[in-house]
């Protein structure tokens, strides 16, 4: 069986844009790297039901600066771009799709805002609404310059939690049908912990949150009724005795709700954590990515397999996933993806 997958990627050296990849899951390797759309440093990207790919885009005008997201129909190779939402400044970090809602949400790191937009039946997109963080800085100086969502994505109970890594916070919105956002609650976390990504699980109600500057993962659990997040564990993700720099990035939470993966851009490894049955986690195992800055990494459809793709070494690594212990098993190492910084399961 053949599976696909999108990788989003910087164009800074080798990479022109959007790649797709190929898992043959009986040969057990990686196999056809293939651009699929051009654009400038594609660090993220979502696709729809509908097959349209809503991928970050960045491009100089006149030598200004212009960031923002491009509508891309997926339904042949190469992909048709059929809309460019870009404005001044830098483009987002974060997008995804929210089919129940038939929305797309953005996440800007370097602005500080989160956009709304509605799908429109043709693939395109119509912004209904945009919040921006404000609040106190944390101490690290990546967190100097201000707000920085880096990420905003649905909760099981279909409200919008916006991880913000300047500002130490993540906070939660419940969303009209217009599209509209309305602040439930804000959580903060100590100076310096930087929310990158947060992954929820509906069975127990616990929430993990990855804290990029500190290495951290925690452990939270969600009120519904109040929208509320609380601290109940953080441990590091990355060995004790690791004294060099290290930024947590993605993490992934297996369908099962049993193991939590993250991502080390430093340590270059992954990290996996079991879930016990009070929620909190135990590390079982820290494994290679075999390359440098592991930024992004997926499952595929099964979970038997786990892709992870390295920015700076231009290559992406398969794992084999075993289920009953949550273990990976390092498979292949040297498939060439430029640049890689997102890995899409192909729908």
């Known amino acids: ?3 696909k997958f999108l990788v989003g990627t910087y164009t800074k050296q080798q990479s022109k844009g959007v790649y797709q990849i190929e898992l043959n899951t009986e040969k057990k390797e990686l196999q056809n790297a293939e651009l699929v759309a051009k654009a400038g440093s594609p660090t993220y990207l979502a696709e729809s039901d509908t097959h349209h790919v809503y991928a970050i885009d960045k491009q100089s005008v006149n030598d200004q600066v212009k960031g923002g997201i491009i509508a891309l129909d997926a339904a042949n190779t190469p ?8 404005e001044d400044g830098s483009s987002p970090a974060y997008v995804t799709v929210d089919e129940k809602h038939q929305n797309v949400y953005t996440a ?11 799908m429109n ?14 609040g106190e800085v944390g101490p690290r100086p990546e967190q100097a310059s201000g707000a920085h969502p880096h990420y905003a994505d649905l909760t099981y109970d279909n409200r919008l939690v916006v991880c913000d890594l300047g500002l130490d916070k993540v906070y939660i919105y419940n969303l009209s049908t217009a599209g509209k956002l309305s602040l439930v609650s804000e959580s903060s976390y100590n100076p310096g912990f930087g929310p990158r990504h947060i992954k929820f699980v509906e069975k127990t109600g616990k ?8 290495s951290e993962l925690a452990v939270l659990n969600y009120n519904e009724e109040t929208g509320e997040l609380e601290t109940q564990q953080i441990v590091s993700t990355i060995p004790e005795d690791w004294n060099e720099h290290n930024g947590a990035a993605a993490i992934r939470v297996s369908a099962d709700g049993k193991f939590v993966y993250v991502s080390n851009r430093g340590n270059d490894s992954i990290a996996v954590f079991a879930i016990q049955a009070d929620g909190n986690v135990k590390l079982v195992q820290v494994i290679s990515t075999e390359g440098e800055f592991p930024r992004d990494f997926n499952f595929n459809k099964t979970e038997d397999f786990l892709v992870v793709v390295n920015q700076n070494t231009n290559n992406a690594t398969l794992y084999e996933r075993d289920a009953a212990t949550g273990l990976l098993t390092m498979l292949q190492k ?12 192909r729908k």
């Open 1 to 3: 069986m053949t599976e």
């Open 79 to 86: 992909f048709n771009q059929v809309q460019s939402l870009l």
């Open 108 to 118: 800007n790191y370097h602005s500080g805002d989160v956009i709304i937009y509605s």
């Open 121 to 134: 039946e043709d693939g395109t997109l119509t912004e209904t609404d945009r919040i921006h963080d404000d």
């Open 207 to 214: 929430a993990y949150l990855v804290g990029e500057l500190a």
């Open 334 to 345: 040297d498939f060439e993806v430029p640049e890689g910084t997102c890995v899409a399961l």
